[in-house]
């Protein structure tokens, strides 16, 4: 599976939106972008995911770059409650449970 | 629905101990993985069960062992346990299509397992 980077951590402000980016500059055609959260002391939690195109569903959007290289998740009004490690992962759509989890972004929504 | 169900959710075992740590499917779901997560670190993938068989497994030793049984429910079992076994216990589950499993986890909330 390629790579992924992201910034150890982020503030936003509440009612904000925020951008976590990722790179995935080594990603092939056949990998998706997958996004997880974990909230402090749960299990992660499935965001979204996207091929090429942009994907929006009632939690967040996801916007890939054209070239694939990158992409950035966006939470359009943040609430305290969205503090919690962001995980950018990429994989194949058909390799099974199997996610390999990096350090992820630490977003902190400050009231 | 309920959603994945692990448990216990905390548990101390004292050092060359053998655990068991059980989990359930969120309903519908036939496939089980297990991931282990030390503090301040992501998720690392243990294996993955279905059909009762193990399908893929991370870079652990032999001491992680997991079973899943007829009605998808799994154990993940650690033998002689080391400090280094302290974690998070994760299990994630969702549904396979034919050959293909869903893309989407479903994790439950873990057992925190301390080994003194």
């Known amino acids: 599976d390629a790579k992924t980077t992201q910034p150890p951590s982020m503030d936003c402000a509440e009612g904000r939106a925020a951008n976590l980016p990722c790179n995935h500059s080594?990603?092939?055609?056949?990998?998706?972008v997958y996004w997880y959260r974990q909230i402090h002391s749960q299990g992660p939690q499935y965001i979204i995911h996207?091929?090429?195109n942009n994907e929006t569903n009632e939690m967040a959007s996801l916007i890939i770059t054209e070239d694939r290289k990158s992409s950035t998740l966006i939470l359009p009004h943040a609430t305290l409650r969205d503090t919690a490690v962001y995980y950018c992962?990429?994989?194949?759509?058909?390799?099974?449970?199997?996610?390999?989890f990096g350090g992820g972004t630490r977003l902190m929504v400050k009231p | 629905d309920a959603g994945v169900t692990q448990s216990p959710t905390h548990l101390i075992k004292t050092r060359g101990q053998q655990v068991t740590l059980r989990c359930s499917p969120k309903?519908?779901?036939?496939?089980v993985s297990w991931y282990q997560q030390a503090l301040g670190q992501g998720p690392q993938f243990i294996f993955q069960y279905y059909e009762e068989e193990e399908r893929q497994r991370g870079n652990f030793p032999d001491r992680f062992s997991g079973h899943q049984f007829p009605n998808y429910s799994s154990e993940l079992n650690v033998n002689a346990l080391l400090l280094g076994d302290s974690a998070l216990y994760l299990c994630?589950?969702?549904?396979?299509?034919?050959?293909?499993?869903?893309?989407?986890?479903?994790f439950g909330q873990g057992t925190r397992l301390t080994v003194v």
């Open positions: 996207g091929l090429k």
């Open positions: 309903s519908g779901h036939d496939t």
């Open positions: 994630a589950s969702s549904l396979r299509k034919g050959s293909v499993i869903a893309a989407v986890a479903f």
């Open positions: 080594t990603i092939s055609g056949n990998e998706y």
């Open positions: 992962i990429v994989r194949p759509n058909n390799a099974g449970n199997m996610l390999t």
